[in-house]
């Protein structure tokens, strides 16, 4: 089997209400690279690559990586990944070079699992929890008033979810009426909270301590991702679990996490670390440290499909980020319908990723 022909396909979702996320940042759009290889054999695979940019991971695609894919067999993904990624002409440790290969491996994988008839996470060792699903929390309260943030995770928990996730980091004070509010609609469910890399180290910390008080689940991108001994000091000081990874690439960057300490929970984004090679690879160093890994996952439905394969395969895995919304982008790009039931996500059992390109949904939202 030879690969014919790679391009990327842009999507975009204006949202009616923008996130709010911490030091005033509003984000109104989710854009999306959708990289599609298409071989002899007359099999496709689809991937994704967070660049978070989206023309830049389609230049990146097209131009750079296509010239050099174009002839290849699909199936020799690790051979692939290194002529990408450690080739001796291009190195790229970090960023959308990484980002854009990734979007090639996931894609790489979808065609593995449709030649071989399997699921991917099938090809990846097997369902390592054993039961066909994978426990969901709900990611979706952004910073907006109290009581409509309250409400939206009480809602959450009463649709079956055991966690969900907030977004803060806008002054500990309005932070902490936020938690509180939210701590006291949901119960003793899971509570996991996102600073987004607001604040700096003594706000951190202060911060830190005032999540203590609310039997919090973990603490995430509390500081800059640059900041590996800031996360490794709030984790020895604070008695709440540190969750870091969406913004580091590769198992060389996750690496340095786990030496220093600075990590409970490792997040590596599968559509920008280094795609399914490479948070799979991920997932087994954490295990060796004692790490569990929750990875990053908030994109399209192809994303989704991608961490559900790397989570499934892992004995080191916990808790998939799933967004609860009717996101237009989210199921109508998988191949049979996704099954959610009591924050429980099965997993998918069409071959390859169980993705697709809905056509009606490519039409819309199409951007180039
Ligand atoms: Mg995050």
């Not at 199936?75 to 190195?91: K, M, P, S, V």
């Not at 690496?255 to 795609?275: N, S």
């Not at 790397?310 to 996101?327: C, H, I, K, N």
Request: with cysteine; glycine share 10%; proline share 5%.
């Amino acid at each position: 089997m030879e690969i014919t022909n790679v391009e990327t396909v842009q999507l975009q979702y204006e949202m009616e209400e923008p996130w709010g996320l911490s030091r005033d940042r509003e984000v109104g759009t989710r854009t999306a690279a959708i990289v599609v290889i298409d071989t002899d054999a007359g099999i496709t695979g689809i991937g994704e690559g967070v660049g978070p940019e989206p023309y830049i991971v389609e230049r990146i695609v097209e131009e750079k990586y296509a010239p050099r894919l174009v002839g290849e067999d699909p199936l020799d993904i690790e051979f692939l990944w290194q002529t990408l990624l450690t080739d001796d002409l291009y190195w790229d440790q970090k960023g959308q070079g990484v980002a854009a290969a990734s979007g090639v491996d996931i894609a790489l994988w979808d065609i593995a699992g449709k030649y071989y008839e399997e699921p991917v996470y099938r090809l990846l060792g097997g369902d390592a929890g054993g039961n066909g699903q994978l426990k969901a929390y709900a990611s979706d309260l952004f910073w907006t008033d109290t009581d409509t943030m309250a409400d939206r995770a009480a809602e959450y928990i009463d649709r079956g979810f055991a966690g969900v996730k907030t977004h803060l980091g806008r002054g500990i004070d309005a932070d902490e009426e936020r938690v509180a509010a939210i701590r006291d609609a949901i119960g003793d469910a899971a509570l996991m909270v996102d600073m987004n890399c607001g604040y700096d180290r003594p706000e951190a910390f202060r911060a830190g301590q005032m999540l203590e008080e609310y039997d919090v689940y973990w603490y995430e991108e509390p500081l800059s991702p640059y900041n590996v001994d800031g996360l490794a000091d709030l984790r020895r000081k604070l008695d709440v679990p540190i969750a870091t990874g969406e913004n580091e690439y590769t198992k060389w960057g996750f690496r340095e996490l786990f030496e220093a300490g600075a990590v409970d929970y490792a997040m590596p984004d599968t559509m920008r670390c280094g795609g399914i090679t490479e948070a799979n690879k991920i997932c087994t160093l954490a295990e060796s440290f004692g790490v569990v890994c929750s990875p990053h996952c908030y994109t399209t439905g192809v994303g989704l499909a991608a961490t559900m394969h790397v989570m499934a395969a892992s004995p080191a895995t916990q808790w998939l980020e799933f967004d609860p919304t009717d996101f237009p982008l989210y199921e109508s790009l998988f191949a049979s319908s996704l099954e959610v039931s009591d924050g429980q996500v099965s997993l998918p059992t069409d071959p390859g990723l169980g993705v697709q390109l809905d056509g009606a949904t490519v039409d819309r939202y199409r951007l180039d």
